[in-house]
T-cell receptor, first 121, second 113 residues
Framework: NAGVMQNPRHLVRRRGQEARLRCSPM?????VYWYRQLPEEGLKFMVY????????ESGMPKERFSAEFPKEGPSILRIQQVVRGDSAAYFC???????????????????FGPGTRLTVL | DAKTTQPPSMDCAEGRAANLPCNHS???????VYWYRQIHSQGPQYIIH???NNETNEMASLIITEDRKSSTLILPHATLRDTAVYYC??????????????FGTGTRLKVLA
């Protein structure tokens, strides 16, 4: 049973270029979360998506960042016109469809991918 | 803003129990406490979670105080491979259905041979 997959694992971009980070959730999972981790810090929530819908994007920077989770294919986190401050590790997590009651709590446990390390030169 | 407070670092002798504390004094009644760990810079690994009752699984035990303002993760017999950063997390958004994690800064646990 494959876990959450992210690619590329390492991405180098020059200032002003675009970065595209991909996340394939675990089989059977329809919820995807993106988090960003700066060096020596904890993870910070960015966005929560279900298939074809953005549910919560309260952690996304207002400009240059966008995310999607199409009906077919992986979730994409897109960063336009990257700047040095965008250098970080970006983690994706997935969870299965939420049930109810105690089952809902367990089914919303998030499982993380290995991350994409973005370096902006 | 983080909803949890953890000591920045701890040491534990191999084979002994590691007790990692966490304060979450502003936790709401329906918010769960989760624990994950991150080894080197890998993706966080799920350990355990709970709401009110103490929980145990094959990896660890979670003790939550009656007032829910703090909890302790217990690794019963720490090994060198348990060296990692341990994150105590409050999951928010139970009512809205967003279920997002609010990470703190974590505790860097070093298991000593």
């Amino acid at each position: 049973n494959a876990g959450v997959m992210q690619n590329p694992r390492h991405l180098v971009r020059r200032r002003g270029q675009e970065a595209r980070l991909r996340c394939s959730p675990m089989k059977g999972h329809s919820h995807v979360y993106w988090y960003r981790q700066l060096p020596e810090e904890g993870l910070k929530f960015m966005v929560y998506l279900q298939k074809e819908n953005i549910i919560d994007e309260s952690g996304m920077p207002k400009e240059r960042f966008s995310a999607e989770f199409p009906k077919e294919g992986p979730s994409i986190l897109r960063i336009q016109q990257v700047v040095r401050g965008d250098s970080a590790a970006y983690f994706c997590a997935s969870s299965p469809y939420a049930g109810s009651g105690r089952a809902r709590a367990f089914k919303n446990t998030q499982y993380f991918g290995p991350g994409t390390r973005l370096t902006v030169l | 803003d983080a909803k949890t407070t953890q000591p920045p670092s701890m040491d534990c002798a191999e084979g002994r129990a590691a007790n990692l504390p966490c304060n979450h004094s502003t936790i709401s009644g329906n918010e769960y406490v989760y624990w994950y760990r991150q080894i080197h810079s890998q993706g966080p690994q799920y350990i355990i979670h709970g709401l009110k009752n103490n929980e145990t699984n094959e990896m660890a035990s979670l003790i939550i105080t009656e007032d829910r303002k703090s909890s302790t993760l217990i690794l019963p017999h720490a090994t060198l491979r348990d060296t990692a950063v341990y994150y105590c997390i409050v999951r928010v958004g139970e009512t809205s259905g967003t279920y997002k994690y609010i990470f703190g800064t974590g505790t860097r646990l070093k298991v000593l041979a």
